[in-house]
C-alpha cells in the first residue's frame, strides 16, 4: 500500500489550496481516510476524515470545520483536501491516512506528506 501526498506550497492568507493523496495497492471502498498535520513543535492533529464505503460522512474538528473539505474519488484513486480562506496557523506538513478494520485488526497506512506554509 502507498499514499502519495500532493499539492502543498507557499500560498497567502486567505487564499486556497487543494491537497491530493494518491492511493495504490488498496481498495478504496474498503478504507476511512483522514488527512492530518503537524507543524513544528506540535504534535499531529487530524483535520478531517471520510467514511469508508457507502459512508460517505465526514468529520472536521472546529479549527478547520467549514474551512477545509474532504472528498474521494475511488474510481481514479484519489483522496482530495481542499482548503479555503487559509491562516498562518494552517501551516504545517500535511499526511494522508488510509484506515480499515477487519477481523478485530486495525491497518493503518501513511503517505509522506506535503509542506504547506500560509504567510504573506
Known amino acids: 500500500v502507498q499514499l502519495q501526498a500532493s499539492g502543498g506550497g507557499l500560498v497567502q492568507p486567505g487564499e486556497s489550496l487543494t491537497l491530493s493523496c494518491e492511493t495504490s495497492?488498496?481498495?478504496?471502498?474498503?478504507?476511512?481516510f483522514g488527512w492530518f498535520r503537524q507543524a513544528p513543535g506540535k504534535e499531529r492533529e487530524g483535520v478531517s476524515c471520510?467514511?469508508?464505503?457507502?459512508?460517505?460522512?465526514?468529520y472536521y474538528p472546529d479549527s478547520v470545520r467549514g474551512r477545509f473539505t474532504i472528498s474521494r474519488d475511488n474510481a481514479k484513486k484519489l483522496v482530495y483536501l481542499q482548503m479555503h480562506r487559509s491562516k498562518p496557523e494552517d501551516t504545517a506538513v500535511y499526511y494522508c491516512?488510509?484506515?480499515?478494520?477487519?477481523?478485530?485488526?486495525?491497518?493503518?497506512?501513511w503517505g509522506q506528506g506535503t509542506q504547506v506554509t500560509v504567510s504573506s
Open positions: 471520510i467514511g469508508g464505503g457507502s459512508d460517505g460522512s465526514t
Open positions: 495497492g488498496l481498495i478504496m471502498d474498503y478504507y476511512a
Open positions: 491516512n488510509a484506515a480499515r478494520t477487519r477481523a478485530g485488526l486495525r491497518y493503518d497506512y
